[in-house]
């Protein structure tokens, strides 16, 4: 293979919005402030069931400074109800009617000249509650008296169905093993430190709605927000800001910009609806997964994996807003980097009174890994095979590679061998063997982890319906674009179609044209686009970004570069090929007279159209949208599900913890990740994700749920309830280290890493901790391992 | 039922990054709001409202408070220093902020300033911490992003920047 000579592409160039974010000058939503506007504040259901009868808004609408209290019935006439991406006849709206179906749905939303002014306001609404009985689980949603939640649907199981692939009785009845495990996986939440946001500004006479967000999507679906806000496709102009966090929780936001599309619609006037910590925490799109799972293993006598089955109810809330996209997610990797040629997925997706689930980073694969890896470590210990052996034994081995999985999703390139040799060999197993040894005389309790997963990259959004045969909204495309405009005087200018979310697209998109012109990325200016002159851009999601506009980024590049040649060719008296692009100038090779500047050349492409080719159009600037790299269709029959997150990465974790039998205190002492995610495009930014997700993956694991009572009460509503790790909850160091197979797909080579350390770390630690408590015979089937959960396994091992 | 009447304001005289404003405030007005909304200075944040992110965190005569849980009216008379403060008049980065960009300590960037402010007064204290300090005086503050390791790393390599230069003779103003 030629190994490209790279200048920029792979170096940790330091990122574009730092200076601004640093000096206290970037512009987040809550910092958007227009003439006149007003500040919208939001009335919420403390019943988690229960009929509306009456609400009164009259002296709400006495208090000084209020101009607008909208109820869901009179915000119908500005907004629609909220898109959803189901089948099903789920209807749900931003603000409820007749019915509150969860503790913290909005019942009245209000716009004033001050916040202060909209809480007022909000106190003085009385709202009479007919109170339901509370669905708090699934097994209580499931009883046949259950009350239903939705009378549209016949039960409050909303969604149900069991897939096949390959042999699966086959692999069953022929298994010397069959190793079963019944795992839960909690409910948890993204928590950005930023809550979402919007600023919308109507002005009637253009039928133009303005909408300042940090959501994301407007390049990608503008159309779902322009539904929502009932103003035309064209009449919608979204502005991103930049975002303080998402995780997936920001996709769409169509709360806030249904609370603040309808009350600048009601007052003529433009209105910031900003979320506080509790509206966030208790009613938005925070919430993943919320799973049972009932699995299996067939396993050969001599430890070869034979089949996999996962049957899975989830807790979806009182809401179907995204759908099972989250399985379809799952449905990439359930079989992990093993050889396991069959295997059954089913899911029950029930409606219970809980908020309704949104995204979270791992969208749904990760409680597959989770899952998976329990299983596999329980396949170790019920057959004696070393854990770390039996998962080589399985492994897809290199050369397999692209390698077809069960359900049809292709994994593209993978050496999960070697990261497994490289996690044994540099995370100083021996030493902390004898450690464990040593310091299980004194009493304590250490273990040693190990997790070898999956993470998929680049989604071509057929998992978001395929579990449908007649899906409402079957798109199959995941574009990202980029424009490179070269101005009359060779400033460089890359317009981006995403928002910055916290990752890093310019800087990413920066080293990839600057790589293109041999120029310093520094001298690139960046310019994030409105949905009126954006082009199509998916954004950040499923670890897409780095893949998709590192192929937008040089497909931008080639084509300017072209028109650049074909101009400095005719300019020079030279064919475009006998040109070099160096240091910033266009030569002409063999001959270092003849050449001229990028700048020269774009003075020519703007100004002076009779000394350019008569056939090139003035200007130097071009869009290229780069479309999913190896994307395609399920079969009609859904027995293949076609390649539809084919750029997957890998990593092995290896935690290592020490457990307080007495207290049920986890420490994490130390903690190496070796990953694989192809090229690396740029080190530092990259460790920097996977670092931050192992400390988000130590929050599933150790800390952070939300916690509803039985009458479906949260207690967890804010952040001294729902427990975030702090600097003392992670370990003093995480090493990162990379392997890298390029993947043959994508520019570069380059793959998805921005979930991978969340997607790994809850299992890994999970594995941990059991190791550690094994002279007790504990098995770690659910997270978090809080205190009280250690406390109470190791109370109930004991004889 | 109460009826709702506009509370009285209160007068209000503060120094915030050492320049005097004038505020008429009512008396329950948050200082975060009168920092962002009355003076423009946005630099500060409002992560949670309830005191336990620190997205809000400003110096309040040299020592940490969270904005969001102090009126402005208990500012009345003091000194204020928010992130605005931090750089140089000239613009230039303070060491601080220059570690965390050289250590890729922030990601989205939201809770930083409150790390920042954080940091500043730890040095100040403290200017050779330890990585135990450190974790210490950053403990309250919350990061959903960088999982702390490059924030540590920052406000240990703005350490020694900041040493380093201590220890430069400085030349006569």
Redo the contacts between chains.
């Keep these: 293979m030629v190994v490209e000579e790279r200048t920029w592409v792979g170096k940790s160039v330091?990122?574009r919005?730092?200076?601004s974010?640093?000096?206290?000058?970037?512009?987040?939503i809550?910092?958007i402030k227009l003439p006149g506007m007003l500040h919208a504040a939001v009335l919420r259901s403390p019943h988690a069931h229960a009929r509306i009868n009456s609400i009164d808004t009259s002296?709400a609408k006495?208090?000084?400074g209020v101009v607008a209290v909208l109820t869901g019935p009179a915000a119908l006439e500005f907004v629609t109800p909220m898109p959803a991406f189901c089948a099903e006849p789920v209807v749900q709206h931003a603000i409820a009617i007749d019915r509150v179906r969860f503790v913290g749905e909005a019942v009245a939303a209000v716009a004033a000249t001050s916040?202060?002014a909209a809480e007022?306001a909000c106190q003085?609404i009385s709202v009479e509650y007919e109170p339901l009985p509370a669905l708090s689980t699934p097994a209580e949603a499931l009883r046949p008296d259950a009350p239903k939640l939705h009378e549209t649907l016949q039960s409050n199981v909303v969604f149900e169905r069991t897939l096949r692939f390959g042999d699966v009785a086959g692999a069953f009845s022929s298994a010397a093993h069959i190793v079963k495990r019944s795992l839960r996986w909690h409910r948890m939440g993204?928590?950005?430190?930023?809550t979402a946001g919007a600023v919308a500004s109507f002005d009637p006479y253009s039928a133009t709605m303005t909408v300042w967000s940090n959501t994301n999507m407007y390049n990608y679906i503008p159309w779902v927000f322009a539904n929502l806000l009932k103003v035309p496709t064209n009449r919608l102009k979204m502005i991103p800001c930049?975002?303080?966090?998402?995780?997936g929780s920001k996709h769409l936001i169509t709360k806030c910009f249904s609370i603040a599309g309808a009350l600048t619609k009601a007052t003529g006037k433009p209105v910031k609806f900003i979320e506080?910590?509790i509206d966030n925490l208790a009613a938005n799109d925070n919430v993943g997964p919320d799973r049972f799972y009932d699995t299996e293993l067939a396993v050969a006598e001599d430890g070869t994996f034979l089949g996999l089955r996962l049957n899975i109810v989830d807790d979806y809330g009182a809401y179907f807003q995204f759908a099972q996209g989250q399985h379809g997610n799952a449905l990439s990797q359930p079989t992990g980097p093993y050889r396991i040629g069959a295997l059954e997925y089913g899911i029950q997706c029930v409606l219970t009174n809980k908020v309704q689930q949104g995204f979270f980073r791992g969208a749904g694969s990760d409680h597959g890994n989770f899952a998976l890896e329990r299983l596999v470590d329980a396949a170790a210990d019920e057959l004696h095979i070393d854990a770390a052996e039996l998962r080589r034994k399985n492994f897809i081995r290199p050369e397999q590679f692209p390698y077809r999985t069960p359900t049809g999703n292709v994994y593209d390139s993978g050496n999960y061998g070697r990261v497994l040799d490289r996690a044994l060999a540099e995370s100083n197993l021996a030493h902390w063997r004898r450690e464990q040894e040593r310091l299980r005389q004194e009493g304590r309790y250490i273990g040693i982890g190990l997790a070898s997963c999956q993470e998929r990259s680049a989604y071509s959004a057929t998992e978001w319906w395929f579990w449908y045969d007649k899906p409402p909204l079957p798109l199959t495309t995941t574009p990202e674009s980029v424009k490179l405009s070269i101005d009359a005087f060779g400033g460089f200018l890359l317009t981006l179609g995403c928002p910055f979310?916290?990752?890093?697209p310019s800087t990413v998109a920066a080293q990839v044209v600057a790589e293109e012109f041999g120029i310093d990325p520094a001298t690139i200016a960046i310019n994030y686009a409105d949905s009126q002159s954006g082009a199509l851009s998916a954004g950040p999601g499923g670890s897409r970004l780095t893949v998709m506009l590192s192929g937008a980024a040089r497909g931008a590049s080639r084509r300017v570069k072209e028109k650049m040649f074909r101009i400095a060719a005719h300019l020079l008296e030279a064919a475009p090929s006998d040109l070099e692009l160096r240091d910033g100038t266009v030569r002409v090779k063999g001959a270092p007279n003849r050449a001229m500047s990028i700048a020269d050349v774009a003075l020519k492409a703007h100004l002076f159209k009779l000394d350019i080719p008569a056939d090139e159009e003035s200007g130097l600037a071009a869009t290229f949208t780069y479309d999913h790299p190896f994307a395609t269709r399920p079969s009609d029959d859904r027995t293949d599900m076609g390649a539809f997150y084919p750029i997957v990465s890998h990593a092995c974790h290896v935690p290592v913890v020490e457990v307080d039998p007495e207290t049920g205190r986890v420490t994490v002492l130390d903690y190496l990740a070796v990953n694989d995610c192809g090229t690396v495009m740029n080190p530092?930014?990259l460790?920097?994700?996977v670092?931050?997700?192992?400390?988000?993956g130590i929050g599933a694991a150790l800390l952070e749920e939300y916690v509803y009572d039985e009458h479906g009460q949260l207690a967890t509503s804010?952040?001294?309830d729902y427990l975030?790790?702090?600097?003392?909850d992670?370990p003093?160091?995480?090493r990162v280290v990379h392997e890298e197979t390029p993947s043959p797909y994508t520019e570069f080579g380059v793959k998805g890493g921005g979930e991978g350390?969340r997607m790994v770390a809850p299992v890994a630690l999970a594995s941990a901790v059991e190791d550690a408590l094994r002279p007790f015979g504990v098995s770690v089937n659910e997270l978090p391992m809080t205190p009280e959960r250690i406390v109470s396994w190791i109370e109930a091992s004991r004889p | 039922?109460t009826e709702?009447?506009?509370a009285r304001k209160v007068a209000l005289r503060v120094i915030v990054n050492g320049e005097e404003h004038e505020a008429l405030v009512?008396p329950?007005?948050l200082l975060v709001?009168l920092l962002?909304d009355d003076l423009g200075?946005?630099?500060?944040?409002?992560?949670?409202?309830?005191g336990?992110?620190g997205?809000c965190t400003v110096l309040l005569d040299g020592q940490t408070v969270r904005s969001c849980l102090l009126f402005a009216v208990q500012a009345k008379g003091h000194s204020v220093m928010?992130?605005?403060g931090?750089?140089d008049a000239d613009?230039s980065?303070h060491p601080i902020?220059a570690a965390?960009?050289?250590e890729?300590g922030?990601?989205?960037?939201?809770?930083?300033?409150g790390f920042?402010m954080t940091a500043y007064e730890l040095l100040r204290a403290n200017p050779a911490p330890d990585?135990e300090e450190i974790?210490?005086a950053?403990?309250?503050?919350?990061?959903?992003?960088?999982?702390?390791?490059?924030?540590?790393r920052s406000v240990r390599a703005a350490a020694e920047t900041m040493a380093a230069a201590a220890a430069t003779p400085a030349v006569p103003a």
């Design positions: 330091a990122r919005e730092d200076p974010i640093l000096a206290g000058r970037g512009v987040y809550d910092d002296a006495q208090v000084p916040r202060y007022d003085q993204a928590q950005p430190i930023e930049l975002v303080g966090g998402s995780f506080d910590r979310w916290g990752n890093s530092k930014l460790e920097g994700q670092v931050g997700g192992i400390a988000q804010t952040f001294m975030l790790p702090t600097a003392f992670v003093p160091s995480v350390g | 039922m709702m009447k506009p009512e329950r007005r709001d962002r200075l946005t630099g500060t944040h409002i992560g949670c409202e309830h336990v992110c997205a928010t992130v605005e931090l750089a613009g980065l902020q965390f960009m050289a890729h922030l990601q989205c960037g939201f809770c930083t300033p920042l990585e974790r210490a950053i403990s309250g503050n919350l990061c959903r992003c960088t999982g702390y390791q490059n924030i540590v």
